[in-house]
Structures are given as structure tokens and as C-alpha cells.
């Protein structure tokens, strides 16, 4: 595990967006998973920034995500699909049949849980890199607290303090879907590198339990320290916990 400090949020998204362009830079057919919510934002914003100077192309890039509402309709504003368009994909080159998240509305759920597990697995040695932030108890994506870690692409009924985490994107908290579609652990686990990104004082108790606490499936970010190639990017209000329970970890 690497662990990237930054002083604030602004070198956070500068540090985590030339991780993200070099693995593009280096294999301009990479397959990235990509993350949603708000800390993901300013590293989007930077690699736009970083597609406008001519830096980097998404043409040839493949695009997944972690996860999607079960809502009315996709267009609706606070999908993640259109999270996705606003921040990223409608001001960059990427190609739109290279782009692939849960759908939320499928007719058939079920179904669509295992189109897009199949899609996943299809992928030749895994995504290239997977982009995580964290929920504040601990679900990476939407792999919530559970007696066990789901592998697949299923069906989640939101923890309480996820649909609490998601008001900031919502004007009427009634609107909140409470059930989503989320990738399994396979995927991400299964990829090359993983970027775990995370920013505030609300991110630092659960980043300390997640990297050096037990690893368990009530904190499901916790089995990220079980992979090879996690590099986590955080600001010091998040890293407050780890840098005052593991002096190994000075600065
Ligand atoms: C969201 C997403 C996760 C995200 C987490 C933290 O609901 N499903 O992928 O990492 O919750 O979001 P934020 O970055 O806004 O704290």
C-alpha cells in the first residue's frame, strides 16, 4: 500500500488526476473503473483540464462504474450516469459505446446484474485501474456492511448512512432512491491497480479502520488492504486518524 499525502483537497485532485493520465499516457487502451460522489469531482475536473491542453486522449479508453441508483430514468440529473456525463465524459473524447454502468431502470434487474458481471469478467486481466472513494461506513461503491462480501454485480437496499451521505446531491432528501446496483468485490479486487481517494476530517476514522484495521466484510473497504497495488491519495484532515495511530506512518 502507497500512500499519497496531500495538504488539501485541491493537490488531493491534481495528485490522483497524473496518476489516472499516466496509466492513460502509458496504455491509451485502458479500461478504468471509474467512482462517483464528491470526492472524485476535482480529479475529473483535472483530467478534462488535462484532455482541453491536449495531454491526454479518451478515445481509445474503456469506462466503467461502480455502481448505479435503481431510479425512474436515466436521464434524470442525480443518476450517476449523468453524474459521469457532467463531470466527465460529455468534456472529454471518449466514445459513448465505451462507456458501461448498471442501468438502473432495466426492466429486469436481475438480469441486468449479471449483463454487467459478465461485461466485467469479459475484460482481459481485469480493469487497468479501478477509482474508489469511501463511504464514511466503509461501503467502496456500493458494497455495503454485510455478514459477507458480495462478489458480483447485485441488487443493495442502502445503509441508512448512505442515503444520509447522498443529500448533498439531492434538493429534496424524499428523492434519495434507497436501492442501487453495484459491482461485487471480483472486479475490483481483480484489477491491476486500485486509487483509493478520499478527502475530510468525516473520512479519517473509517480510512484508519479500513487500512489497519481487521479486515472484514462490516467494512468492506477493509479487504482493499489485501491487494497488491492500492494507492491511496488523501488529504491530512482524512489521514488525521492514521498518522496519530501508526507513528510508522510519519511524514
Ligand atoms: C457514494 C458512492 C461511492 C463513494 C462514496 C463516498 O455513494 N457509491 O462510490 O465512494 O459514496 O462518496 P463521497 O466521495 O461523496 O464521500
Known amino acids: 500500500m502507497t500512500i499519497v499525502w ?3 483537497y485541491e493537490e488531493l485532485s491534481r495528485k490522483a488526476a497524473a496518476i489516472i493520465a499516466s496509466q492513460i499516457i502509458i496504455k491509451p487502451t485502458s479500461t478504468i473503473g471509474f467512482a462517483t460522489g464528491s470526492t472524485p469531482i476535482g480529479l475529473y475536473a483535472n483530467l478534462v483540464k488535462k484532455y482541453q491542453n491536449k495531454e491526454i486522449s479518451f478515445a481509445n479508453v474503456k469506462a ?6 435503481i431510479t425512474g430514468s436515466r436521464e434524470v440529473g442525480w443518476s450517476f450516469s449523468s ?4 463531470h466527465l465524459f460529455s468534456h472529454v473524447d471518449i466514445p459513448e459505446e465505451n462507456t458501461d454502468i448498471p442501468n438502473g431502470v432495466a426492466e429486469d434487474l436481475e438480469v441486468e446484474c449479471a449483463r454487467y458481471s459478465e461485461a466485467l469478467s469479459e475484460v482481459p486481466g481485469g480493469l487497468d485501474y479501478q477509482i474508489l472513494g469511501i463511504g464514511t461506513n ?3 461503491g456500493f458494497v455495503e456492511p454485510n455478514e459477507f ?6 441488487i443493495v437496499d442502502l445503509a441508512e448512512s448512505s442515503i444520509i451521505g ?3 446531491f439531492f434538493e429534496d432528501w424524499s428523492k434519495i432512491p434507497t436501492r442501487a446496483l453495484t459491482v461485487g468485490i471480483r472486479p475490483i479486487m481483480h484489477a491491476k491497480q486500485l486509487l483509493l481517494i478520499a478527502s475530510g476530517p468525516e473520512k479519517s476514522e473509517i480510512l484508519q479502520k479500513a ?8 467494512v468492506p473497504a477493509s479487504i482493499l488492504q489485501l491487494h497488491k497495488n492500492l494507492t491511496v491519495v488523501a488529504d491530512k484532515e482524512a489521514l488525521a486518524d492514521i498518522l496519530a495511530n501508526n507513528p510508522e506512518c510519519s511524514l
Not at 466503467?64 to 441508483?69: A, R, S, T, V
Not at 487500512?211 to 462490516?218: M, P
Open 6 to 8: 496531500c495538504s488539501n
Open 64 to 69: 466503467f462504474n461502480l455502481d448505479e441508483y
Open 83 to 86: 453524474f459521469m456525463q457532467t
Open 138 to 140: 466503509g461501503h467502496i
Open 149 to 154: 462480501y458480495p462478489l458480483d454485480t447485485h
Open 166 to 168: 447522498q443529500r448533498p
Open 211 to 218: 487500512l489497519f484495521g481487521v479486515v472484514t466484510s462490516k
